[in-house]
């Protein structure tokens, strides 16, 4: 009964401040996202006049409460059991711009133990949003207001899979929302969605929610969708476990979303298939979810490049379709593959082999069109200072190889045409000069060095980077309609053209010390000048070329110490290669 008559006395005092201010008002809704066990029921004050009573975690109160405007005032949180501001366990300034409506949540910690992170990192708060909407536009939008109230929660998207316009890319609600960060108000077409909590980067589903929003009935609302709780809950007192919780503007208990089955996973294509016929091609994909007629996924797909990971259906039968690039439907399709993908795996699909049935060796009844399948495929390293590296053998003329990295031995045993290593991901440091590699493709045996290639994972800026590592083309291309050549290629996770390794060039250990027994090159690393003590005045010929084979500069001389002029080049691993009339060497330098 204090409190009540209280109450009732705050209400007068409070409606006397108002017409002071001749009626400036602002109004607010609080929501309660403290999950905190000590802040279980607050009260909230606005200077000495209660303004709220008894408001428990996860409720919102009733209406847009009004509150003075244009003026600094005290809002203090108390205890449940409070009876006057004095007791408040937090206080803070606010001065509400004149008509404004604003939306206040309650986050963070108010204990001083208990919780990771704690108070003195995420210590109680009310962040406010100024611009709050009672009412949608209209009644086929609902406008949805995205808040981050999780204290251990990281930086997360939030994605409504296979909603835009094209459904296998990920329609990115809100991006990079951190803890205590409000989105602006979406306007969403009245449906009923899924909706995903993504990591920063919108690769891994931490967590997928249903959004009955018309079921609901809920067209023409504006309503507030809280992250709420703990993800680690062991890790906080046992609190209340991590979930997404709406508030409307009429207030009261918060509306938990319930959690769902994760419905997508992640897929990338590489199109490895030096069969001329399918240079380039059209991929369709058709699915329960994305409807009854298949969808062109990727237009004019050519070989030798790769999609960026797209978002596919988990759980239900999906159909590939490949057709020629001047397709209008899956109608003739070269080939057609069905997959039922999981959402606990990530995916990657290798187009190989041949298609046309005469001018190849072996031909495609030996090496057939496929889709090569990885189910244990990432987006980004393990360790931010590794490349992680897969190896595909692609080449259908290729025999079984080793692949040997220098300094480090063979790293890829007995690799035949259509597998990838047996070993997965190759985690090779690569944030220092020490992460430019050499890679030599031997025989079964390791005994005898087939080609041999330059890897510049640190010069490329690798770091931090999954690839696939591809051996791509024929190595005897008269015999395969002429078609493109055997090399090494790489693609990025983020798809695009593949990036050749350019070959490394060598001579034989003999003939390489033979000519460093008469010359040297120096320094290394460099700076503005590279030098050639060229002790005996033979007539070399110097080539300087980049980590791509491309050649960045020539020069003859017979001159006994040549000077290049290096300060243009930009800074990475370069090759010279000097040659005299009867011997070669091949030398690395780093600027």
């Known amino acids: 009964m204090k409190k009540h008559l209280f109450m009732i006395g705050s209400v007068i005092a409070l409606g006397a401040i108002t017409n002071s201010l001749k009626a400036q008002t602002a109004s607010l809704q609080v929501i309660h996202n403290c999950a905190d066990a000590a802040a279980t029921t607050v009260d909230i004050y606005a200077g000495s006049t209660l303004l709220i009573d008894d408001l428990q975690f996860r409720n919102a109160s009733p209406t847009f409460t009004n509150i003075p405007a244009g003026v600094p005032i005290v809002v203090g949180v108390a205890p449940g059991t409070s009876t006057s501001s004095a007791q408040s366990i937090a206080t803070f300034t606010v001065n509400f711009a004149n008509g404004s409506s604003n939306i206040v949540v309650a986050d963070g910690i108010v204990s001083a133990s208990g919780y990771n992170p704690g108070n003195t990192t995420a210590g109680f708060t009310l962040n406010t949003f100024t611009t709050a909407l009672s009412a949608a536009p209209n009644a086929t939008t609902t406008s949805v ?55 920063e980067f919108s690769e891994n589903v931490v967590a997928e929610y249903a959004a009955p929003i018309q079921t609901l009935g809920f067209g023409g609302a504006a309503l507030t969708v809280i992250a709420s709780g703990f993800l680690n809950p062991a890790a906080n007192s046992n609190g209340p476990a991590f979930g997404l919780y709406v508030a409307s503007p009429a207030g009261g208990a918060l509306l938990a979303l319930p959690s769902s089955t994760v419905s997508s996973t992640r897929l990338q294509a590489i199109h490895n298939c030096a069969d001329l016929a399918a240079a380039q091609v059209d991929v369709y994909v058709q699915s329960a979810t994305s409807g009854p007629s298949a969808i062109k996924l990727i237009d004019n797909f050519a070989f030798r490049t790769a999609s960026s990971f797209i978002d596919v259906p988990a759980g239900e039968t999906i159909t590939l379709s490949i057709a020629a690039p001047t397709s209008t439907s899956v109608v003739g399709a070269l080939a057609t593959f069905t997959y039922n993908l999981s959402a606990a795996n990530k995916y990657q699909l290798i187009a190989s082999g041949l298609v046309s049935g005469s001018g190849y060796t072996p031909n495609n009844m030996m090496a057939p069109f496929n889709l090569v399948a990885n189910a244990s495929v990432r987006e980004r390293s393990l360790i931010s200072t590794n490349t992680d590296v897969l190896v595909f053998h692609g080449s259908t003329d290729a025999p079984i190889v080793d692949v040997q990295a220098q300094g480090a031995g063979t790293v890829v045993n007995d690799i035949a045409y259509g597998t990838y290593n047996s070993t997965g991901y190759l985690q090779l440091p690569s944030n220092t000069a020490a992460g430019n590699y050499t890679l030599h493709i031997t025989d079964a045996a390791g005994t ?63 003939e390489n010390n033979a000519l460093s027994n008469v010359i040297s090159v120096y320094p290394n690393p460099f700076n503005d000048q590279v030098k050639i003590n060229n002790e005996t005045n033979l007539n070399l010929d110097i080539t300087i070329l980049d980590v791509m084979g491309k050649v960045i500069s020539s020069n003859k001389s017979n001159e006994n110490m040549v000077t290049i002029n290096t300060s243009e080049l930009a800074h990475g691993m370069y090759l010279i290669n000097v040659k005299s009339e009867k011997l070669s060497a091949s030398y690395k330098i780093v600027k």
């Open 145 to 199: 207001l995205v808040h981050h109230g999780s204290t251990d929660a990281p930086t997360v998207d939030i994605v409504a899979p296979f909603t835009g316009t094209n459904p296998f890319i990920p329609n990115i609600l809100v991006n990079n929302a951190g803890y205590g960060a409000f989105a602006g108000y979406l306007n969403l077409p009245v449906a009923d969605y899924k909706i995903q909590i993504r990591d």
């Open 448 to 510: 005898s060095t087939v080609v041999s290639y330059l890897a510049p994972l640190n010069t490329l800026g690798l770091s931090g980077n999954v690839i696939t590592v591809l051996a791509s083309g024929f190595l005897n291309p008269t015999t395969n309609s002429n078609g493109p050549a055997f090399g090494l290629w790489v693609a990025l996770a983020s798809g695009g053209n593949l990036i050749p390794l350019p070959l490394y060039t060598f001579t034989s250990i003999e």
